[in-house]
């Protein structure tokens, strides 16, 4: 450690007092005294040669150095804190992040047989939910990730496209009835949003030319498509899908397609990576893993609207 640069104990100290704004917090936090917390910020304030801390009373205010030093000293823990869990939990896994509808309904079997294939890889998961798909190599303790997104490249990451999503309705036969479904009768069902911005049936209903017939700001809102797909196969509605991820469903007949229109959303699944990780042994065997077990998309027969 550079001798120009604070003790580190001194900088802990510094953190957690500007997080939680009170040295008696941040001491109960470090399990050290108030009066501990104390000397190390004055130590810290003297090594910088600046107040951090501005003490009026009881109340402690950042300064402007204070209050950049506090938003660097986060990132830069956040950093240590996820080295040290790869390196004590993750045991020499593959640390992979994955959207948690996607996990349920086609990674956990995958890995699963992934696992038996190559039992000298180890793939640890982290079933994440995510409103839009997203990772952050530098702040996440993740080397990879699979996420639903546009897979667009970039200086320091490095995708595989999987396969796209699809957007298909779905109910429960029982709700179908043996009468067509029409137009009339998607707009005086209960819709099923699987997001609370209710972008799937707004992209479903606008290519397929219904979207100023059918009101679709109303329904019920979930968070994931695995909440909107469980809703629909217990009868509560017709709610929106990925076409690949219901296909389990629609096979064995718990579910049924009210219209036969898919819709491609725009966006597919994506293994991504960060380019320093491209030459780890267990994600090229994972890259080719997951390309062979991609859901047969052609398998259900459907009018496709890109």
Avoid at 139 to 158: I, M, N, T, W, Y
Avoid at 208 to 235: C, H, M, N
């Amino acid at each position: 450690m550079s001798a120009r640069m604070p003790p580190l104990y001194a900088l802990r100290a510094f953190e957690a007092a500007a997080r939680y704004g009170s040295f008696t917090l941040a001491a109960d936090s470090l399990n050290i005294t108030q009066s501990a917390v104390s000397r190390h910020v004055k130590t810290l304030e003297q090594s910088l040669g600046c107040k951090v801390f501005e003490r009026k009373g009881p109340r402690l205010s950042l300064t402007e150095p204070g209050r950049l030093l506090a938003e660097e000293l986060k990132l830069g823990f956040k950093i240590i804190e996820n080295a040290c869990s790869a390196v004590g939990a993750g045991n020499g896994a593959l640390r992979l992040k994955a959207p948690s509808t996607l996990t349920v309904r086609w990674l956990l079997n995958v890995l699963e047989g992934f696992h038996q294939a190559f039992p000298d890889h180890r793939i640890q998961l982290t079933s994440a939910w995510m409103d839009v798909d997203a990772v952050d190599f530098h702040l996440e303790p993740f080397d990879c990730a699979v996420l639903l997104c546009s897979g667009s490249p970039s200086g320091e990451r490095e995708s595989l496209k999987l396969f796209d999503e699809w957007l298909v309705p779905v109910c429960t036969p029982a709700l179908g009835g043996d009468a067509p479904w029409t137009l009339e009768r998607l707009r005086a069902a209960d819709l099923i949003h699987p997001s609370r911005d209710r972008r799937d049936w707004k992209r479903w209903l606008e290519r397929t030319g219904y979207a100023a017939s059918v009101p679709w700001q109303r329904g019920k809102l979930f968070d994931t498509l695995e909440l909107g797909i469980s809703a629909a196969a217990q009868g509560h509605g017709v709610s929106i899908a990925d076409l690949s991820l219901v296909a389990p469903e629609l096979a064995r007949g718990t579910l049924t397609l009210p219209f036969r229109q898919a819709v491609r959303s725009g966006d597919s699944y994506h293994l991504i990576w960060p380019r320093h990780m491209r030459d780890h042994r267990a994600l090229q065997r994972l890259r080719s893993y997951l390309l062979e077990l991609v859901p047969d998309q052609g398998a259900i027969e459907v009018e496709r609207l890109n």
